[in-house]
């Protein structure tokens, strides 16, 4: 049964453990001095000198002396240092840092081997694995201190379990227990055997040659299959084990195991009495019939012990008195906070009826209301949580009840946050933060930290990063991604340009494009130096992003890319001039429609149309009047009819009447669709210049023309 | 690399729980942690991932500065009772889908695969050698009652209480609540000042927490989200320790600039639990807001404006009833119906009205026994 000491019993630590306590202290105190300054300075040598006296105390004592760590706890013999003390808490998290499970200084030591150590253990190594610091450790060839570093191997892998609270706080320390016991086990033989049914390990001991165990054996199988009482208190069930187990075991055997039961209890009589509060009379007494049944000598003072809970009515898990003071597992309290449970002055504030209310409503199991409670789990999820987290940090960033340290700190807390906003697209938060550090940049009070935590926020990685993210969750927060680019401004374009060039996803770089839209004419400046780009399609994409600005000032830029010889990037250029209304884009146009034919001429003839540009209308019905000698030539008269159509200017009609209404002998089946397309975009043209068609299409067998005329028929009508 | 792997498989289980399994940003993300992945496992045969104690442990060395991202792994996996995953080469993209899910899902369980194996760690100890014979002995029966359960089960009944300990009075309470924190992390050094320096405000927290949790088990919750409603509760009006305690024991109404003061509670509160590792961070949330009222008014006064958190509506119930029926220096404690009267009253305004009805009806099915 391992012993806790607290300050409290400060009386019981043995000599050595004292002294090494404050021998830890002075070894905390060099191991800071030399992480801090050169092996020269005083106040290195000074600490060193301090620690390495209290050492040579100590090996007066002993030869050796073994810290053993089990996390943030420092452990000698069986004795665990007070966890509450930060002294022994920083110095095993220093030693826990590398690794390291247990630290062995022997007699011989010297200050600058104590200094190598503390050099070792101060260095930070976070991506060094447990062989390398072992291998560093080895290599600083210390012969009086021996390191053994933490066996990862030891912890076994349950597959398939789950606890629904693991949460073991006692893991590392049952480490370092089966390390010092030399119990521990780093093959797959023993898995614990606190995990073995009673009558299992019986049956198993009873095999044992009695020959070739001895009394500390016993105290070991007792220790570790009671171990659970190191934790907390001993319960029934605890005791119903091990009296199984021992009921199972041959009688010789029945007899060591018993004595070393109560070898191992006697050891503290406090955690015994406290454990014993749990166990029912019923179960101490039948311990108290098998120790008297295997005549097993028990020390005085647990016997009374025994006596007085086998005479008591069990009042299950209570909590005993000492000296006024109420012994909760092993906290004290102190007398006057005893004083506040009582009755007495519990009435002070709570009368006897709410008294009983609230007993009532403790005993009350409410009946679960229907409600729809997935909806409140996800207000309680952790990223839900984390948001109102945030926001509440933030609150406090803005109140004046932080000093400056705390203001870092809580810098440095949404800092990490941050991280996970940007991943999950809460880009809210993202700019709730950085408003809030723009606000402070400007107040006296935090200026300085506010701007420096910006520039990070502006920094390049920062911006990169966002912009990644923008690639995964961008287009499912479309709106919260735009909010947070217009809030950075200027600051983004470029990186947000540069994403559009290089994203191979045509679906992003719609969002990209999209975003960039959005801008305005604030995109305008790092667009045109991109407009010098050599590759085509950043051209086209520059043009198309200026298509939405009305300011004329970019007409002269985008003139030159007119006549640009890849097709793709001139339209680009034509419809931003067309978007202003430059005369130039319309001048080009129509030199292209004059001169090109087949493909290209169709996009630029469908140009004219989409942009509704009416001054082409001549151009294109000389085109429309070229002779169609063949089906093909026919068939290219569509686009033209389909522009035309969409420009609705009635000078087209008398071309159009001839085309459409005339009988056609030939190419009948291209003639027909040349009609329909006409009839498509009939109520394009001005009702009173179209009744003609009108009324032939309501005559026509053709269902679309037809319908389209009734359509046409009934709105002039009506 | 595991870092980066962990980050982005992380925000995809983040991506999971906010939208949804099949969410796009969810298929982006478990892609890039699935590449990263693979080129970890052509390093090695398994990516071994071990919880012990506050640490994580990859592939036999600790991971150091994990990260918000780390630590939210940690967490999920906690919350789902597993502290091992090994995963094997030649893990398929859907295996790791469907981790992902798991570890998103707040009731799902974290299904093992062919390449992904999920557990719990155990120290390996032995206390002697063991003959051949016993090893196969050693095979024990799978489902035997561990001490880890026994374990849980202690918790559970410290944490969502007070009937199956069958208490006898609010001291019971009080231990119980030392016990349970105790267990979870050192809260108890954060209450114990508020304890020395107000004696009301620690029974007031004490029956909050009772309150609290006596709505939130009749809401359905249950496990880690009423535990987590417990300590907030409990922790709500910690920000008082930072008040003098002539303010907090004033036996004459307070002048402006007291109430000015005292109004700053929240404030100092959520300023001291936010620092505090390990405390839930739902805490923090409810010490801020729990006198925010649910039509948005009340105190702080959030810049952006706030919705009030669940947990704070039903904490502000709770504190509201017991401060009210509670004898103050300065007035006596009011009765109980007309203490509900009052909350009905402000049900719209000063609180959620689903609440309130729910509180209504469970106090008077309670008080009526």
């Known amino acids: ?718 | 690399m595991v870092r980066s792997f962990l980050s982005i498989a992380m925000s995809a289980v983040s991506n999971c729980s906010l939208y949804s399994k099949d969410h796009a940003s969810v298929e982006e993300l478990g892609r890039k942690a699935f590449s990263i992945l693979n080129t970890l496992l052509e390093e090695s045969e398994r990516l071994e991932l071990m919880i012990v104690g506050e640490d994580l442990i990859v592939n036999k060395s600790p991971l150091k500065d994990i990260g918000i991202q780390g630590k939210n792994l940690l967490k999920r996996l906690r919350k789902k009772g597993i502290t091992r995953v090994d995963i094997l080469r030649g893990v398929s993209y859907a295996e790791m889908k469907q981790w992902i899910a798991g570890i998103a899902s707040v009731h799902e369980e974290i299904k093992g695969s062919a390449h992904i194996k999920v557990g719990t760690v155990d120290v390996r100890i032995g206390g002697l050698r063991v003959d051949g014979e016993f090893v196969a002995d050693m095979a024990v029966p799978p489902g035997l009652p561990s001490v880890q359960v026994e374990k849980v089960k202690d918790l559970y009944q410290g944490v969502s209480p007070f009937k199956k300990l069958n208490m006898t009075g609010l001291e019971d309470i009080v231990v119980n609540f030392i016990l349970t924190f105790k267990r979870e992390v050192n809260i108890l050094k954060l209450i114990s000042p508020v304890k020395s320096y107000s004696e009301y405000t620690y029974t007031h927290a004490t029956n909050v927490t009772v309150l609290s949790l006596f709505q939130a088990e009749s809401l359905g919750f249950k496990d880690d989200l009423l535990r987590d409603i417990g300590i907030a509760a409990l922790l709500h009006d910690v920000g008082k320790l930072f008040m003098s305690k002539e303010l907090l024991e004033k036996k004459v109404a307070l002048d402006e600039w007291e109430r000015s003061e005292i109004r700053l509670h929240p404030v100092y509160g959520a300023k001291f639990l936010a620092k505090m590792d390990g405390v839930p961070r739902l805490a923090t949330i409810v010490a801020m807001e729990h006198h925010l009222r649910y039509d948005g008014t009340g105190y702080p006064v959030y810049a952006m404006g706030k919705k009030q958190h669940l947990c704070s509506q039903i904490v502000a119930i709770a504190d509201f009833f017991d401060a009210l029926r509670s004898q103050r220096p300065y007035r006596k404690a009011l009765e109980v119906k007309e203490v509900l009267a009052l909350i009905k009253k402000d049900a719209g305004s000063a609180f959620n009205p689903f609440l309130v009805d729910n509180f209504l009806r469970s106090m008077q099915a309670a008080l009526s026994e």
Not at chain 1, 37 to 58: C, I, N, Q, T, W
Not at chain 1, 150 to 163: K, L, M, N, T, W
Not at chain 1, 484 to 510: H, M, T
Request: aromatic content about 10%.
């Open chain 1, 1 to 718: 049964m391992v012993i806790y000491i607290v300050a409290e019993n400060a009386d019981r630590i043995p000599l050595d453990a004292r002294l090494l306590g404050d021998a830890i202290i002075e070894l905390n105190i060099s191991r800071r001095n030399v992480s801090i300054y050169p092996r020269d300075h005083p106040s290195v040598d000074k600490s060193l000198g301090r620690a390495f006296a209290f050492m040579e105390k100590l090996f007066e004592l002993r030869p050796e002396i073994t810290l053993a760590v089990a996390k943030d706890t420092l452990i000698i013999d069986d004795y665990y240092l007070d966890k509450k003390n930060p002294v022994y808490r920083e110095f095993a998290l220093h030693l826990s840092d590398m690794s390291i499970s247990h630290v062995t200084f022997v007699t011989g030591l010297g200050k600058e081997e104590l200094y190598a150590f503390h050099r070792f253990i101060s260095e930070k190594r976070d991506s060094a694995s447990v062989a390398d610091l072992e291998n560093s450790f080895r290599e600083l060839n210390l012969l009086h201190i021996r390191a053994g570093f933490i066996d990862y191997g030891a912890f076994r892998f349950v597959e398939g379990a789950s606890e629904t609270a693991a949460k073991d706080p006692s893991l590392w320390e049952r480490y370092v227990y089966g390390l010092l016991e030399g119990t521990l086990q780093t093959n797959d033989i023993a898995d614990g055997i606190v995990e073995i049914p009673p009558d299992m390990l019986a049956r198993f001991v009873n095999r044992m040659v009695v020959a070739e165990h001895k009394e500390e054996t016993y105290d070991s199988v007792i220790t570790s299959y009671v171990r659970r009482s190191t934790e907390s208190a001993f319960t029934s069930r605890d005791l119903r084990r091990l009296l199984d187990f021992i009921n199972g075991l041959r009688p010789e055997l029945k007899k060591q195991f018993l004595t070393s039961t109560v070898r191992v209890v006697s050891k503290d009589l406090d955690a015994a009495y406290k454990s014993l509060r749990g166990v029912s009379v019923d179960e101490i007494i039948e311990l108290l019939g098998v120790i008297n049944e295997q005549k097993v000598v028990i020390p005085d003072a647990l016997k009374n012990l025994l006596d007085k809970f086998s005479l008591l009515p069990w009042e299950g898990v209570a909590t005993p008195l000492f000296g006024g003071g109420l012994l909760v597992d092993d906290i004290f309290l102190s007398p006057d906070i005893v004083n506040l449970l009582r009755e007495d002055q519990f009435g002070a504030f709570i009368d006897s009826t709410y008294h009983k209310e609230i007993q009532k409503v403790m005993a009350f199991k409410a009946p679960r209301v229907g409600s729809d409670t997935a909806a409140w789990e996800q207000e309680f999820s952790e990223e839900a949580i984390e948001r109102d987290f945030n926001r509440a940090v933030l609150e406090v960033l803005r109140s004046d009840v932080i000093s400056s340290e705390e203001y870092q700190e809580f810098v440095d807390l949404m800092r990490e946050q941050t991280e996970q906003f940007v991943w999950t697209g809460q880009y809210g938060r993202l700019i709730d933060i950085v408003r809030l550090l723009s606000e402070h940049e400007k107040d006296e009070r935090f200026s300085e930290k506010a701007s420096e935590a910006l520039a990070e926020y502006y920094s390049d990685a920062f911006v990169g990063g966002l912009i990644e993210s923008f690639r995964v969750v961008g287009r499912q927060v479309r709106e919260e991604a735009w909010k947070l680019c217009d809030f950075y401004g200027e600051r983004i374009i470029p990186k947000l340009i540069d994403a559009l060039i290089d994203d191979s996803s045509q679906v992003n770089r719609r969002f990209f494009i999209g975003i960039l839209k959005e801008f305005g004419d604030r995109i305008i400046p790092e667009v045109l130096r991109k407009l010098g780009d050599s590759r085509w399609y950043v051209k086209r994409n520059m043009l198309y992003i200026l298509g939405d600005c009305q300011t004329p000032d970019i007409v002269p830029h985008i003139r030159p890319y007119c006549r640009h010889e890849n097709r793709k990037v001139s339209i680009e250029a034509i419809k931003c001039l067309l978007n202003v209304g430059d005369r130039y884009g319309i001048d080009a146009l129509k030199d292209y429609i004059r001169s090109e034919s087949g493909e290209a001429a169709r996009e630029w003839i469908a140009l004219a149309g989409a942009y509704r540009v009416r001054e082409l209308v001549p151009d294109l019905l000389a085109v429309l009047r070229k002779r169609a000698l063949t089906g093909s030539d026919l068939y290219e008269k569509i686009p033209v009819v389909k522009a035309l159509g969409e420009i609705g200017d009635p000078r087209a009609l008398d071309a159009l009447r001839d085309l459409v209404l005339g009988k056609s002998i030939l190419f009948r089946n291209v003639a027909e669709r040349v009609r329909e397309e006409f009839y498509r975009t009939l109520k394009q043209y001005p009702l009173p210049s179209v009744k003609d068609f009108i009324e032939a299409g309501l005559k026509s067998k053709n269902k679309l023309i037809r319908e389209e005329s009734e359509r046409l028929s009934t709105k002039d009508q009506g």
